[in-house]
């Protein structure tokens, strides 16, 4: 079992501002997958990656793998309030095998 | 539009209850999936099914018994739960077999399940 670790657990921010949220392990993750979470709904693959130092971008959202494989981070830059939802972390050695954070419920202020 | 399409949404029963929640995926998926979401908890892999066979139950009590009658159709079905067994209940679905790092999961909305 691979325990993720996301900080912080509750950010509430207004428009407008940046943020970033965080996934750690003590594990080295074979891969990284980042979810969101909108209420009354299921989560939403965003993003999956795979290589130490790897960067993507998707729109205002930038995801970071760690160059140990151990850590990424999620930068929102110019939140809005469509961002709000829980954003969990995954890993695992494949889809039957996939162990998820805690997650971090981030809420945007209009 | 998410592909995964959950019934019902919500659903009160009693400890004494059967029910039965359903999950239908229309992406032509070979994996099929039950997670329990329980609050300040991380998602739990209750059970999945590849082509349409049980490949992993991860300790989950008797109480709980899932049904794959197809690829595209997943039932889970519900006897003499506790009150600790309310969770938001996500099936989802991945083309499978559900072995490749990078394979993707595709949720439905979920059931939220309250037991009294």
């Known amino acids: 079992t691979q325990l993720l670790e996301q900080s912080p657990q509750f950010l509430s921010i207004q428009e407008g501002e940046n943020l970033t949220v965080y996934c750690n392990s003590s594990?080295?993750?074979?891969?990284l997958q980042w979810y969101r979470q909108e209420p009354g709904e299921g989560p939403v693959l965003l993003v999956t990656v795979v290589t130490g130092g790897e960067v993507k971008k998707l729109k205002r959202l930038t995801f970071q793998f760690g160059d140990a494989r151990k850590d990424s981070s999620l930068h929102i830059t110019a939140a809005q309030p469509g961002d709000t939802g829980l954003y969990l972390c995954?890993?695992?050695?494949?889809?039957?095998?996939?162990?998820f954070g805690t997650g971090t419920r981030l809420t945007v202020i209009p | 539009e998410t592909g995964v399409t959950q019934t019902p949404r919500h659903l009160v029963m009693g400890m004494t209850n059967k029910k039965s929640l359903k999950c239908e995926q229309h992406l032509g998926h070979n994996a099929m999936y039950w997670y329990k979401q329980s609050a300040k908890k991380p998602l739990e892999l209750m059970f999945v099914y590849s082509l349409e066979e049980r490949v992993e139950n991860n300790s989950v009590p008797s109480r709980f018994s899932p049904e794959c009658p197809n690829s595209s159709h997943l039932f889970l079905h519900l006897h003499t739960l506790q009150p600790e067994d309310s969770a938001l209940y996500l099936c989802a679905s991945s083309q499978g077999p559900g072995q490749a790092t990078n394979e993707k999961l595709f949720f439905g909305s979920g059931t939220q399940l309250s037991v009294l």
């Open positions: 594990s080295v993750f074979s891969s």
């Open positions: 995954a890993s695992g050695t494949g889809a039957n095998n996939l162990f």
